[in-house]
């Protein structure tokens, strides 16, 4: 509190009169980061399909998160219990609701969609924090080491060396949705 304080060319006891503790600054700030995805999100129209709710508050979520990376590498397995999260997870509960799923269902999806997209987001923000030499060598592990392995002995990674270097994490997260998505409907009909 005292770093923040100076950073911000305050005196600390401003900041202790706010927040109790830089625990409590964290929570502040990650329902700081809910309340920006919820202005992007708007209004959910009550006829909108349950599947689309879920891809526009993923899609706000991953813009929010990988725009406020140290925060979200803070904070991303934390709850708030803040009016802003109250409100995401209604929306959530509510579009795996509209699904179909019984409300243990619908709690369990819900959780598995926060968890995947929160951890992904994280593990983005992750990546975003090294050093940029160290995400170089990193970003082409793939064709620098798994691209050159022998390939009697790695036939298959030696395979997929170059399409493994394309992706990227939104390309993982997307994937991530979808499937949580497609999870969810086949729940719901069996």
């Known amino acids: 509190m005292r770093r923040l304080a100076q950073a911000l060319d305050l005196d600390v006891t401003a900041l202790y009169r706010l927040f109790r503790d830089?625990?409590?600054?964290?929570?502040?700030?990650?329902?700081?980061?809910?309340?920006?995805?919820?202005?992007?999100?708007?209004?959910?129209?009550?006829?909108?399909?349950?599947?689309?709710?879920?891809?526009?508050?993923?899609e706000a979520t991953w813009r929010v998160q990988t725009l406020y990376p140290g925060i979200t590498a803070l904070t991303f397995a934390r709850t708030t219990g803040g009016p802003a999260e109250r409100r995401m997870v209604e929306l959530l509960l509510g579009a795996f609701t509209r699904s179909g799923l019984d409300p243990g269902r619908a709690a369990l999806f819900y959780r598995t969609f926060v968890d995947t997209a929160l951890g992904l987001c994280a593990h983005a923000a992750a990546l975003s924090a090294l050093n940029p030499e160290i995400r170089a060598k990193d970003d082409t592990t793939w064709t620098r080491i798994y691209?050159?392995?022998?390939?009697?002995?790695?036939?298959?990674?030696?395979?997929?060396?170059?399409?493994?270097?394309?992706?990227?994490?939104?390309?993982?997260?997307?994937?991530?949705?979808e499937a949580v998505l497609a999870a969810t409907a086949q729940a719901a009909r069996g």
């Open 22 to 58: 830089k625990d409590e600054l964290l929570l502040a700030l990650c329902e700081r980061t809910i309340e920006l995805a919820l202005d992007e999100i708007g209004e959910v129209p009550g006829a909108e399909p349950w599947q689309d709710t879920v891809r526009r508050i993923a």
């Open 147 to 177: 691209a050159r392995l022998p390939e009697a002995d790695y036939p298959e990674t030696r395979a997929h060396a170059e399409a493994l270097t394309a992706v990227h994490q939104k390309a993982v997260y997307d994937t991530a949705v």
